[in-house]
T-cell receptor
Framework: QSALTQPPSASGSPGQSVTISCTGT?????????VSWYQQHPGKAPKLMIY???KRPSGVPDRFSASKSGNTASLKVSGLQAEDEADYYC??????????FGGGTKLTVL | QVQLVESGGGVVQPGGSLRLSCAAS????????MHWVRQAPGKGLEWVAV????????NSADAVRGRFTISRDNSQNTVYLEMNSLRAEDTAVYYC?????WGSGNYYNGIMLWGQGTLVTVSS
C-alpha cells in the first residue's frame, strides 16, 4: 500500500489559517472514519491532534479542526501561532488490520 | 505516570537481528492493543505492526512481514518487536505506541501515547 498523499509544505502568517490535505483511496480514507492527525516537532515524538476524522483529544486547542470528503481528509489550523510550526501527518485505517500514514507536511509560520 | 519506554536499539549488520522492548506503566496495559511505528532519518512516519490487547492477533506492514514479529507479555507490561534479516532500509527510530481507547477493536482511530523512540541502525 502506498502512503497517503500530503503536500510537502504549507505556510501562513501568524493569525492566518492554513489547511493541509491528505488524499487516499476508496480503500482507506474513503472507506473508514478512522482518520487521525499528528503534530511532530523536531526531535520529539508525534502528538495526536485529531482522531475519528474530526474529534480533538482533551488539551488540543480548538484552533485545530479537521474533516473528510470522499477520499480526502483535511486539517485546518486557524489563528496560526509560532508554536504550530511543525510536521503534520495524517493516518488512516486501511482495512485488514493495517494503518497507513501520509508522507507528512512541514508547516512553516512566516 | 503514564508512559512507554523503549529499549534495545543499536547498530546491527545487514542480515542481523535485534529485539526491541517497550515497558508500559501508569495504565492497564492488558486492556490496550499496541503498535510499533518507525521513522527513518529525515523521513515520515511508517506503521510497522499491531498486536491486540490479549495477544490473540497481530498484523504487520508488507515491508516487514515475515521478518519482524510483534509480541507482548501482559504479566510484564511489555511489548516486543523481534526484527530479523535486517536491511539498511530498516534504519529508523522505532516508536512504541498505544491507541486512544482500550478494548477489543479499538486499535485504529488514533494513537494517543508514544514512547521516546529507540534508534536502530543497520550498517556494515
Amino acid at each position: 500500500q502506498s502512503a497517503l498523499t500530503q503536500p510537502p509544505s504549507a505556510s501562513g502568517s501568524p493569525g492566518q489559517s492554513v489547511t493541509i490535505s491528505c488524499t487516499g483511496t476508496s480503500s482507506d480514507v474513503g472507506a473508514y472514519n478512522y482518520v487521525s492527525w499528528y503534530q511532530q516537532h523536531p526531535g520529539k515524538a508525534p502528538k495526536l491532534m485529531i482522531y475519528d476524522v474530526s474529534k480533538r483529544p482533551s488539551g488540543v486547542p480548538d484552533r485545530f479542526s479537521a474533516s473528510k470528503s470522499g477520499n480526502t481528509a483535511s486539517l485546518k489550523v486557524s489563528g496560526l501561532q509560532a508554536e504550530d510550526e511543525a510536521d503534520y501527518y495524517c493516518c488512516s485505517y486501511a482495512g485488514s488490520n493495517n494503518l497507513l500514514f501520509g508522507g507528512g507536511t512541514k508547516l512553516t509560520v512566516l | 505516570q503514564v508512559q512507554l519506554v523503549e529499549s534495545g536499539g543499536g547498530v546491527v549488520q545487514p542480515g542481523g537481528s535485534l529485539r526491541l522492548s517497550c515497558a508500559a506503566s501508569g495504565f492497564i496495559f492488558s486492556s490496550y492493543g499496541m503498535h510499533w511505528v518507525r521513522q527513518a532519518p529525515g523521513k515520515g512516519l511508517e506503521w510497522v505492526a499491531v498486536i491486540w490487547y490479549d495477544g490473540s492477533n497481530t498484523n504487520s506492514a508488507d515491508a516487514v512481514r515475515g521478518r519482524f514479529t510483534i509480541s507482548r507479555d501482559n504479566s510484564q507490561n511489555t511489548v516486543y518487536l523481534e526484527m530479523n534479516s535486517l536491511r539498511a532500509e530498516d534504519t529508523a527510530v522505532y516508536y512504541c505506541a498505544r491507541p486512544l481507547a482500550w478494548g477489543s477493536g479499538n486499535y485504529y482511530n488514533g494513537i494517543m501515547l508514544w514512547g521516546q523512540g529507540t534508534l536502530v541502525t543497520v550498517s556494515s
